[in-house]
């Protein structure tokens, strides 16, 4: 059985699709799409090439379409300098910030403004990641609470809410239950973070990304697109 990945691309329309091409003692010939975008193709040993970039073109529409659904979910939020009058999204809406010295370190919203208040010496990246964290869980665990029940005929449990930075995804799912969702995600409106959250859970039902999968999210959230759509404008 051989192991080692060679790269390839093949081109579809306009687009180049750069994939890994592994080879192992199998009988069927498998593609799969990562969250980080990669392709890898694993064939049988004896596969001729011709039938590996027929299949690819065959199934190209799918994987550009399974690429642009993870790329959705790539957070590319704009790098911040953290300085007075800056704007920092919350709950979809935009704050200036405002820095003041003070003795005790607090961040909270003060007449239209993202105001933090901090000790000498003290990081304001940390105080607002801090602070972000702490209004993602509540937040976050609030509306899982309030759309869970729309699953409940699906028989499955309610997950297990975990916060956790993740650099290319706002959330995902484990096959045990659990949700996990980016703290950056609090930035975004909250019909935003409703989708999210629904699309995660509606893996717990349909794993993959299947027709029957869209027509559960459909279901519960007709709307799904315009949240999806405004989620990529904010905070991409």
Known sequence: MSESAI??????????????????DRKTLGIRVYPDCKVRVIAPLDTTEEKIKTKLREKAPWIIKQQLEFLSYHPLTPPRKYLNGETHLYLGRQYKLKIEKATANEVKLYRGRLLVLKKDNTIVKDLLSEWYRDKANTHFEEILKNIFPLFKRYNI?????QIRQMPSRWGSC???????????LIKASKGCIEYVII??????????????????QETIMPDWKKWKDQLERTLT
């Open 7 to 24: 790269k390839e691309s093949f081109v579809f329309g306009s687009r180049e699709i750069n994939y890994e091409l592994t080879f192992q």
């Open 157 to 161: 449990n309610q997950p297990d809410l």
């Open 174 to 184: 484990t096959p045990r239950g659990k949700v996990i969702l980016n703290p950056e």
């Open 199 to 216: 699309h995660e859970l509606c893996h717990l039902v349909h794993y993959n990304h299947t027709r029957a999968f869209y027509e559960l």
